[in-house]
């Protein structure tokens, strides 16, 4: 097994305003772009050859990574014209896969963060015959995922989408978001229009007597489509929790980069990331958060579980908590934004404008 696709087209609109001005792919989690600790993972489990699948500010994406050659790896990339969904962008670059047509073929979706057993998938693929092989987890509400039931051997049985009542919830298995596809059914998926793989290519193969088996792998987990998701995925990844050997530096309570400049008596913990040419003056507090590049956390700021964009300013005595900055914003001296709370790309929050009463 030598080759995968990577699917990196989606606009992140959950993510916004951080992903105004970056794919979110390329949002940095753990000090480098998201997409570097797939890549580096592909490439651990003998992966040599990726194909990326782009289509929202694809033009970001080969600039920073190029041929794959400083990873061990060979990347080419594909841009979608117009969306095509999951499966129509995994046929649009069918082209480019270099294996036969009984050949296993990896298919990553670009938001996911887990320590899912590569080798062991494939492996399964290959032992069971399959003609497409799914990575399942396990969770404990499953009303906003697609369900995948099994039979006792793993063979699935049906796919079933967000299911609402609990006469629906028939398994707590869900889509995880990688496949192993034999190549020749890559070249089956209608070529040229929009196509999903959830709701149209899997049905349907299961309709036709394909064989689909799924793999339950109940390893780290977690999708990346929320600021809050996306802050806690990279916590964990600097605290060890989530396994990356792409982690530029020792896994521990912080990550600073080396351009960085923290303060001495700034505190910083639970795997917050402080990232390069940023600056934390004295007395700041952070917990699990992220400050991306050029970004200043000014002195007695307290931020919790939020986001930082790129070359933001937090004001003095700020609090924030499960807040998303976006890049160049600035949030003046003694504003307190909670859980939800967003600020657009280089907008101005002026000094006191948002307060809570102890009392709220």
Avoid at 62 to 87: K, N
Avoid at 210 to 222: E, I
Avoid at 264 to 287: Q, S
Avoid at 297 to 303: C, D, F, H, N, T
Wanted: proline letters at 6%; glycine letters at 12%.
């Amino acid at each position: 097994m030598t080759e995968a696709i990577l699917l990196v087209g989606g606009k992140g609109t959950r993510l916004r305003p951080l992903t105004v001005n970056t794919p979110k792919p390329m949002v940095p989690a753990a000090g480098v772009p998201f997409l570097t600790h797939q890549l580096a993972r592909a490439r651990a489990a003998g992966v040599e050859h990726i194909v990326l699948a782009t289509s929202y500010l694809a033009e970001v994406f080969e600039p920073y990574f190029g041929d794959g050659s400083s990873l061990g790896l060979s990347l080419e990339y594909v841009t979608e014209d117009e969306p095509l969904g999951t499966g129509g962008a995994i046929r649009n670059v069918a082209e480019r896969l270099r294996s036969g047509p009984d050949e296993p073929v990896l298919v990553f979706n670009g938001d996911i963060l887990t320590g899912l057993d590569i080798r062991a998938l494939v492996d399964t693929h290959r032992t069971s015959g399959a003609d497409v092989s799914l990575h399942l987890t396990r969770v404990t509400d499953p009303r906003a995922f697609g369900l995948v039931p099994t039979d006792d051997s793993g063979r699935v049985t049906a796919f079933l989408e967000k299911p609402q009542t609990p006469e629906e919830i028939v398994t707590d298995q869900i889509n995880a978001g990688a496949y192993v596809f034999r190549r020749s059914v890559i070249d089956s998926i209608p070529a040229g229009r929009p196509v999903s793989v959830e709701r149209e290519t899997f049905p349907e193969l299961l309709a036709a007597g394909a064989h689909l088996q799924g793999m339950v792998d109940s390893t780290y987990w977690l999708d990346l489509g929320t600021p809050q998701a996306f802050v806690r995925g990279s916590a964990d990844l600097v605290l060890g929790r989530a396994p990356s050997p792409a982690v530029p530096g020792r896994c521990g309570d912080r990550l600073v980069l080396e351009s960085a400049s923290v303060a001495d008596d700034a505190k910083l913990t639970g795997g917050t990331v402080v990232c390069e040419d940023a600056v934390v003056h004295p007395g700041a507090r952070i917990d699990g958060s992220v400050v991306l590049a050029g970004a200043v956390v000014e002195e007695g700021a307290v931020i919790t579980s939020s986001l930082i964009g790129v070359g933001a300013r937090i004001g003095a005595r700020v609090a924030l908590s499960g807040a998303v900055i976006g890049d160049g914003a600035v949030v003046g001296a003694d504003n307190e934004l909670r859980d939800g709370a967003r600020v657009w790309c280089d907008a101005t929050l002026p000094a006191g404008a948002v307060r809570f009463s102890s009392d709220q």
